[in-house]
């Protein structure tokens, strides 16, 4: 199986990663042999039909690019996308939810061309997923993004494969590690002032953590779960949002007097999407805290059922965009 | 698709409430059209190769027994899965976890024929799991039993299709609904027998509830998991187990007041399977309340991730049968 591997960044890095310690494992177990074909960063392009060698790869992108790998370094993503063959293109470029780019060209590029792609790029279906979809089915390709919603922890997976058979009518969770590291701080007595310096200082939060604070990062995987789990046609715009900064400490801890917590909700029942901080019962196993993310589906016949792990890392999102590789491996190739 | 249903307890019944309620639904997005051909209780048989009327199955055992459907009501269980043509046998008698008894006896006779096999009856699999899988294997049918663990909430299925290409190393849960109750009650204040007491009154605890207080039931579910999810080939013997009646309402309150609660974990590490009272930590998203169930995974790349719900319930517990059914009929039969 020929992969093409555009953006070389903390979670392409994982994957090589993981491919290189686990490539006899995943032959015997699940039958499959991933090449990486091509790989292609900013600085430049590394490329071979037998198969990169990832050591020499990572070594390469240590020096600031794929580039130096040596091995026709001048092509760019969407010329190696067009001119290097692959089954499966896996696109990991940074997230932009303004404009989607240059995600979205990329995962367009490689659909026209036939490829299947899996992206952890959140930009692209936030912005368009319809569309996208469409472009899939349009082109005969599988299109797979378990990464861009809980990190490793396949929530995405959960409600479309564990469920089968039941109707999901609504899910609500908490979808953003930054913003509940801080709430979570604040409960314990932060100012939310203090609470981000301390998010920032650990690693949580961005310099410019507008993107987590204001909503747009949980407001998008909001948008990718409405549009997979539920089968609605949104995007962005379609989603009430919300964020943070306007949560007092007085708040936090008048919820926290009635056995409360103040968390940053989304949610949708099919109808209305919605991201808000909002008052939960400390019981509720949705009320999960730190870093943590968590999501309660309510389906007709099984109840509710919430699931619970760490939503970002890079070796995690890595393993959600290897559990694609192994889902379009099996539906698409014999075994 | 032709199925005999073998018990029509709570599961059974529910199980044809959500066929009667789904069965547009089930067709035009499952492709599936069960057809219960034959239906076996204690009182008598019903059996209408056409399929059996639903509506008129359920009010035949308002009378007592599926017997008064008035059409051939005079076969017993092992002659119904002998005499009846079908595709798939359900059985979800009672649990014996002593003898696995008469389900063992009726899932071998079902495998001996041919038919595929779902059982929401934790005896047989936690008395026999490795012979009986064997017996499946050698008579090319699949056994599946996703209702025998977490009721509606798919914990089987979260851990072999949502995990695809990563390796779960260990895994510890809240299996028994009935105890953690308990406990839950005892963190309140209550005394162990006054939990016991209110336990059994809300109808969460049995007259004799030794299967759940000794921790039977938690074991039962742990072999379950152990043999499907880790590969391991164990029965309820190699279970070191410890049930929660000498938990005392003092260790709960000092638990307490170190911010933790005693629960009866299950856990297995791919080695040693143990149920036993265990202080967790209030924090951690295991720490559930009341009646529900929670199990976490330890996996190689994704890190510990956790699924909670309701652990039981007739409804819930018969739309984890329905998912059965339509695993099975996307896996035999072509679509």
Request: one cysteine or more; proline letters at 3%; hydrophobic letters at 40%.
């Given at each position: 199986?020929?992969?093409v591997?555009?953006?070389?960044?903390?979670?392409?890095?994982?994957?090589?990663?993981?491919?290189?310690?686990?490539?006899?494992?995943?032959?015997?177990?699940?039958?499959?042999?991933?090449?990486?074909?091509?790989?292609?960063?900013?600085?430049?392009?590394?490329?071979?039909?037998?198969?990169?060698d990832?050591?020499?790869?990572?070594?390469?992108?240590?020096?600031?690019?794929?580039?130096?790998y040596?091995?026709?370094?001048r092509?760019?993503?969407?010329?190696?996308?067009?001119?290097?063959?692959?089954?499966?293109?896996i696109e990991?470029?940074?997230?932009n939810?303004?404009?989607?780019?240059?995600?979205t060209?990329?995962?367009?590029?490689?659909?026209?061309?036939?490829?299947?792609?899996?992206?952890?790029n959140?930009g692209?279906l936030?912005?368009?997923?319809p569309?996208?979809?469409?472009?899939a089915?349009?082109?005969?390709?599988?299109f797979r993004?378990?990464?861009?919603?809980?990190?490793?922890t396949?929530i995405?997976?959960?409600?479309?494969?564990?469920?089968?058979?039941?109707?999901?009518?609504?899910f609500?969770?908490?979808?953003?590690?930054?913003?509940?590291?801080?709430?979570?701080?604040?409960?314990?007595?932060?100012?939310?002032?203090?609470?981000?310096?301390?998010?920032?200082e650990?690693g949580y939060a961005?310099?410019?953590?507008?993107?987590?604070?204001?909503?747009?990062?949980a407001?998008?995987?909001?948008?990718?779960?409405?549009?997979w789990?539920?089968?609605?046609k949104?995007?962005?715009?379609?989603v009430?949002?919300?964020?943070?900064s306007?949560?007092?400490?007085?708040?936090?801890?008048?919820?926290?007097?009635?056995?409360?917590a103040i968390?940053?909700?989304?949610?949708?029942?099919?109808?209305?999407?919605?991201v808000r901080?909002t008052?939960?019962?400390?019981?509720?196993?949705?009320?999960?805290?730190?870093?943590?993310?968590?999501?309660?589906?309510s389906?007709?016949?099984?109840?509710?059922?919430?699931?619970?792990?760490?939503g970002?890392?890079g070796?995690?999102?890595?393993?959600?965009?290897?559990?694609?590789?192994i889902?379009?491996?099996?539906?698409?190739?014999?075994?």
């Amino acid at each position: 199986m020929r992969v093409v591997l555009v953006g070389f960044g903390v979670v392409g890095q994982s994957f090589a990663r993981i491919l290189l310690s686990r490539a006899a494992d995943l032959y015997t177990q699940h039958g499959i042999k991933p090449r990486i074909v091509a790989c292609v960063d900013q600085g430049g392009s590394a490329i071979s039909p037998a198969g990169l060698d990832l050591q020499r790869l990572l070594k390469a992108k240590k020096k600031g690019s794929v580039g130096f790998y040596e091995s026709d370094a001048r092509q760019d993503p969407l010329q190696v996308i067009e001119n290097v063959d692959a089954e499966v293109v896996i696109e990991c470029t940074p997230t932009n939810l303004t404009t989607g780019e240059p995600g979205t060209s990329h995962i367009i590029a490689a659909m026209r061309k036939g490829r299947h792609v899996i992206t952890v790029n959140k930009g692209p279906l936030a912005l368009s997923f319809p569309s996208l979809i469409e472009l899939a089915n349009y082109n005969g390709v599988m299109f797979r993004f378990s990464g861009t919603v809980g990190g490793g922890t396949p929530i995405l997976e959960f409600a479309k494969r564990c469920l089968k058979g039941d109707s999901i009518i609504s899910f609500q969770g908490i979808l953003n590690g930054t913003t509940n590291y801080i709430l979570s701080k604040m409960e314990e007595g932060l100012s939310y002032e203090s609470a981000l310096q301390d998010a920032k200082e650990k690693g949580y939060a961005e310099a410019n953590p507008a993107l987590d604070i204001d909503g747009y990062d949980a407001a998008a995987k909001l948008v990718i779960m409405a549009n997979w789990i539920m089968g609605m046609k949104v995007t962005m715009k379609n989603v009430d949002r919300t964020g943070i900064s306007a949560v007092k400490a007085s708040d936090v801890k008048k919820a926290l007097q009635r056995g409360n917590a103040i968390k940053l909700i989304a949610s949708c029942d099919s109808k209305h999407l919605q991201v808000r901080p909002t008052e939960v019962s400390k019981k509720d196993p949705i009320c999960v805290n730190g870093t943590l993310n968590a999501v309660t589906f309510s389906s007709e016949h099984s109840g509710h059922q919430t699931i619970i792990g760490r939503g970002a890392g890079g070796i995690e999102t890595a393993s959600a965009v290897l559990r694609d590789l192994i889902e379009i491996r099996d539906t698409v190739f014999e075994r």
